[in-house]
């Protein structure tokens, strides 16, 4: 089978062990932005056909990869989140926008 899809870490060897030889190669930093952007379209699509608590943790792995590989750290992305939540609001209150009547 022909995946051309980035992995997790551990499945060359997952399937080694099932008696598979996989080829594979390591990404350029390019070409690891890209794969991870396509990702995170991928890992977006299966959530939202299954809504399951696997493609939501799916997700949140490649936003932490992505943000890893643009130097960000976990506490950097959790200060960027708390700062914008406290700027915007987060979505907690279910707020539906819809339209703005703009004043005369």
Known sequence: M???????????????????????????????????????????????????IGEICDILEVAYAIAAAKGYTAPDLAKARNDKNIQNGAFADRIFLEKVIENQ
Not at 25 to 51: C, F, I, P, T, W
Request: no cysteine; proline share 4%; glycine share 4%.
């Open 2 to 52: 022909i995946y051309n899809k980035l992995v997790r870490d551990k499945i060359p060897q997952i399937i080694e062990s099932a008696g598979r030889a996989p080829v594979y190669r390591v990404l350029s930093d390019d070409e690891y932005l890209e794969a991870l952007n396509q990702k995170l379209r991928e890992e977006v699509a299966e959530y939202l056909g299954d809504n399951s």
